[in-house]
């Protein structure tokens, strides 16, 4: 089992920056692919960023690219996640999720999620 617990969330001005912070725990080789989700309210859930243990590879969704940046501190255990130039389409709660396969993070079928953090943006 792979435990997720996100934070960092809050309520920011559009334009402003927040990171979010999701540390892993127990079976950590179960999470060696990791990626942010967020969902908001009406709205299917949206893949905002996947990277894998390497971090040779890491994806943005068309919305985030340019001003978020997905970083992982593998000695912590923790995924990053820092967002510059909020807009008001980001409110959403964030979601942190883990899976061994990237096939997996993708299909938005990971095994381990967290409980997430809520982000607000306001103008």
């Known amino acids: 089992q792979v435990q997720l617990v996100e934070s960092g969330g809050g309520s920011v001005q559009s334009g402003g920056s927040l990171r979010l912070s999701c540390v892993a725990s127990?079976?950590?080789?179960?999470?060696?692919?990791m990626a942010w989700f967020r969902q908001a309210p009406g709205k299917e859930r949206e893949g905002v960023s996947y990277?894998?243990?390497?971090?040779?590879?890491?994806y943005y969704s068309d919305s985030v690219k340019g001003r978020f940046t997905a970083s992982r501190d593998k000695a912590k255990n923790t995924l990053y996640l820092q967002m510059n130039n909020l807009t008001l389409e980001d409110t959403a709660m964030y979601y942190c999720?883990?899976?061994?396969?990237?096939?997996?993070?993708?299909?938005?079928?990971?095994?381990?999620w967290g409980q997430g953090t809520q982000v607000t943006v306001f103008s």
């Open positions: 990277i894998n243990l390497s971090e040779l590879h890491t």
């Open positions: 127990g079976n950590i080789r179960r999470s060696s692919c």
């Open positions: 999720a883990a899976d061994r396969k990237i096939e997996n993070i993708v299909s938005g079928q990971a095994d381990y």
